[in-house]
């Protein structure tokens, strides 16, 4: 049986005589998921569920197809290929399987939020709240954008596959399989969500700079001056907390293009982290765990009471909750704003080498977007006594098919072409490394203060300093700031110390940039620090 589709699943070559369930909304969906046994409701209204043994991307796993289309397109050294012949097995064996439910749901939606920079995407999934998970974090059409709608991409989600991999050319029983030719996406053998999400990433993220627009991994917002500020970061380096400030227009938090007219959203919805979240830290977040139409993943709930405990990471540390952009109080109506007057790169430094906060030229921006750096604290794994630092080309490595140097050259063009300032801003560790007694993060309240100096213009005027390793002007003296902060080496015990720390980091550096070395050009070669 089909539902109504104004583009029948038949004309993309499905055949199933599966009840098929098309563009429901919220209160359905959650209906279905709950009729289906797929999780709880929980006390204050969202929908709880388990993703089993997968509770995050299963990178290894995701496969580019190698064909005449991606061959001199995709950076292979960043993704792993699948051939033709294999992809046309998986497909057909899929297919198969789609026609053996008794039950799809079936979603039409929008990939972008600026009608000239948007794919359409259409999604079939065999659980409910798979479908209200993606529904809620696309963009919704309307009734009228509905009718007539024809996908450019289509995902196939099946938790229930089981890949092989002598038949799949894959390495285990997961896989995801982007056909950027058959503009098709086959995701098998997991229950993660997010895999839906950073697929359509992933579209836009090769589509878009062809049309010279810029994909970013980012959070942005407006000001109350009506001017854009973008915020890249990897996880744990506050890129979700810094972005959603009350007194700043939320655009999204996660996904956005650049293009000549606008900051927009790719997305509809937010996908944050729930663990050990709190109302004091992060109150609008918070407020989103007690309302009907967020779906909370890995989150533990009390089968009986139907409370949920964000505290309890038994599950997964990685629990995550999925809601509507218009849950957030001071979200963007549009979904866009105007094109960015600040972009801050965010990085947890946890060798206490970097600065609070430090001003970039546009070589400078590039070299360290594509350096991407982070620092984990050590202590996560048995032996570590070190930080490890983290290199992440272009802040979300995983999701860029292309080359590094082709979004690191777009976003060196805009920066420049409009008048752009940049911003490394540190929420790492002063005063020492993370692992030394008594070495404290740095304060949220001064970074906050030399954030907001920034985004108003202020911290233009100040007096700078030029950093004898890494070349960047740092502020000598900030309102609000303790000076002591801006001066890392000044605020370790012991000087000599710090140098050796601050070179060790600066080799670092040096050493991963060498792969880009081929494809920039001599300003940002020359952007790279050097050991005082």
């Not at 509905?146 to 038949?167: E, Q, W």
């Not at 390495?171 to 982007?178: C, D, L, P, Q």
């Not at 709190?278 to 967020?294: D, L, M, N």
């Not at 997964?316 to 600040?342: K, T």
């Amino acid at each position: 049986m089909t539902a109504s589709l104004s583009y029948p699943l038949e004309k993309q070559g499905i055949t199933t005589s599966a009840t098929i369930f098309a563009n429901l909304g919220t209160p359905a969906l959650v209906e279905h998921a709950v009729k289906n046994g797929e999780g709880l409701l929980a006390k204050d209204g969202p929908f709880v569920v388990e993703t089993g043994k997968h509770t995050g991307r299963s990178a290894k796993d995701k496969y580019i197809v190698r064909d005449a289309e991606t061959e001199n397109t995709v950076w292979w050294d960043n993704s792993n290929a699948m051939s033709p012949e294999q992809f046309a097995t998986l497909k057909a064996d899929f297919l198969a399987a789609l026609g053996q439910k008794d039950t799809l749901y079936v979603a039409d939606l929008f990939g972008g939020s600026q009608p000239e920079h948007r794919v359409n995407v259409r999604v079939i999934n065999e659980l409910a709240w798979h479908n209200l998970f993606i529904r809620t974090l696309l963009v919704r059409p309307t009734a009228e954008e509905l009718n007539g709608m024809v996908p450019d991409y289509t995902i196939i989600d099946l938790p229930s596959f089981r890949a092989d991999p002598a038949r799949h050319g894959c390495r285990s029983e997961t896989v995801i399989a982007v056909n950027y030719s058959e503009r098709l996406i086959l995701i098998g053998g997991t229950a993660y969500a997010g895999e839906m999400k950073k697929s359509v990433f992933g579209i836009l993220n090769y589509l878009l700079p062809v049309k010279g627009v810029m994909p970013m991994h980012c959070s942005a917002n407006i000001g109350p001056d009506g001017k854009t500020a973008v915020f890249f970061g990897l996880s744990g380096t506050g890129k979700t907390t810094l972005s959603a400030d009350a007194s700043r227009t939320l655009i999204g938090d996660d996904e956005h293009g650049w293009s000549d007219t606008a900051v927009f959203n790719f997305e509809g919805g937010c996908y944050a982290k729930m663990i050990r979240l709190s109302a004091e830290a992060e109150p609008e977040i918070f407020a989103t765990t007690k309302r009907f139409g967020t779906v909370l993943e890995n989150v533990v709930i009390d089968p009986d009471t139907r409370e949920i405990d964000l505290d309890d990471n038994s599950l997964a540390e990685n629990s995550r909750g999925s809601y509507p952009i218009d849950f957030i109080p001071n979200a963007s109506e549009d979904n866009l704003g105007p094109v960015p007057a600040n972009l801050i790169f965010l990085t947890a430094d946890a060798y206490g080498v970097l600065p609070p906060i430090a001003r970039l030229t546009p070589d400078q921006a590039m070299y360290h977007f594509l350096s991407g750096y982070t620092a984990r604290v050590a202590g996560t794994e048995i032996g570590v006594t070190e930080p490890e630092a983290t290199f992440s080309t272009c802040f979300g490595a995983p999701f860029m098919p292309r080359h590094p140097s082709v979004y690191g050259n777009l976003l060196k063009e805009r920066i420049s072409k409009g008048n752009v300032k940049c911003w490394l801003v540190n929420t790492g560790w002063s005063g020492g490394k993370a692992t030394m007694p008594g070495i404290k993060r740095m304060p949220i309240k001064a970074t906050r203060a030399l954030l907001n100096a920034a985004l108003d213009g202020s911290l233009n005027n100040a007096e700078f300093r030029k950093d004898p390793n890494f070349g960047f002007e740092v502020p000598v003296a900030v309102a609000g700031v303790d000076t002591a902060l801006l001066d890392p080496r000044g605020a370790w015990a012991d000087g000599a110390e710090y140098d050796k720390t601050a070179s060790e980091l600066v080799a670092k550096f040096v050493a991963n940039f060498a792969q880009f070395a081929d494809h920039v050009d001599q300003g940002v070669l020359d952007s790279a620090p050097k050991a005082a």
